[in-house]
């Protein structure tokens, strides 16, 4: 029987990230020390950096970035822990032990991740800029900059703590962006402003993620068995996986390069990259309809 690749999303908050990775094709569980009402997926509150990672083939973190972000005062950055390098450790060793086919870490510009990609909002053809640093054992490919939307770019963040009247970061600031028009902009319909103003943008992991599944179906194929019924354990005690492409491969491939409209009428993605989210402006304008009656609720 075919499986679908299991992705464990770290630091998950309300899903930015998780939303990408399972447009990709994953199923995807949420990892959050803080309860998180508004995650759209299967959810376990814990602790990242002891959270059990058996039965997953990847695993993705986000760590808290406030100790990097241009925004954060510098004689505050100490008042912020480093999470990225225990991750970091853990997410290795863990890939080592054969526990896990890969890892991926994101965070913003500035952060010490090793040698990352750089993925642009802009490119991908989203109203914001949001650069994002993603960090793999695996190969991944960022996007260049194109910065030619012909308007400025939406702002979409919040001091989150730091201070008031902040400096503004690439120029902008969030004042006068209206919630409805953030979660436009980022390609999020679900979350509520505090949260939206941390998300990652799910065309961002969406980007990874079909890269990543390239990656589990030459390392790991998608006619296996879960791997506590089919791993081998060698001398050393990891486990070792077969390196071939199943059958079920163009399946899946075909899975995630097609999309469905809320009405069910078949999208048509453009020569862009970028999915439409309706596929006319009568279901557009119905969507806005319901989340507006959901919001008044």
């Given amino acids: ?98 526990d896990i086919l890969g890892y991926v870490i994101e965070n913003v510009p500035g952060a010490p991740l090793i040698d990352p990609i750089t993925i642009c909002g802009h490119t991908l053809r989203l109203d914001v800029r949001r650069h994002r640093l993603f960090e793999s054992n695996l190969p991944l490919h960022g996007t260049p900059c194109h910065h030619d939307a012909g308007v400025r770019a939406v702002p979409v963040y919040g001091a989150y703590g730091q201070r008031i009247g902040r400096k503004p970061v690439d120029g902008e600031t969030s004042r006068g962006t209206t919630a409805d028009r953030g979660r436009a902009a980022m390609g999020i319909d679900w979350m509520p402003w505090t949260d939206l103003t941390q998300a990652i943008p799910p065309a961002y992991t969406a980007w990874i993620g079909v890269q990543l599944m390239s990656h589990a179906l030459r390392l790991r194929p998608v006619t296996q068995e879960p791997r506590a019924q089919t791993s081998r354990p060698t001398g050393d005690g990891s486990h070792r996986w077969k390196a071939s492409r199943g059958d079920a491969s163009a399946e899946l491939r075909d899975s995630v390069t097609t999309r469905a409209c ?11 990259g970028r999915w439409p989210r309706h596929c006319s402006h009568a279901c557009r304008q119905a969507a806005y309809r319901d989340r507006t009656k959901r919001d008044a609720a």
Avoid: K, N
């Fill in 262 to 272: 809320r009405c069910g009428r078949p999208l048509t993605r453009p020569a862009t």
């Fill in 1 to 98: 029987m075919t499986r679908r690749y299991r992705v464990l999303d770290l630091f998950c908050r309300a899903g930015g990230a998780s939303a990408g990775y399972h447009a990709a094709g994953f199923d995807v569980t949420g990892v959050d020390i803080d309860p998180q009402p508004h995650y759209p997926f299967p959810f376990l509150r814990a602790d990242a950096l002891t959270v059990d990672l058996d039965g997953y083939d990847l695993v993705t973190a986000s760590p808290p970035c406030q100790r990097w972000s241009q925004a954060t005062p510098d004689d505050r950055r100490e008042d912020h822990p480093d999470l990225v390098d225990p991750i970091r450790r853990r997410l290795r060793d863990a890939v080592r032990r054969g």
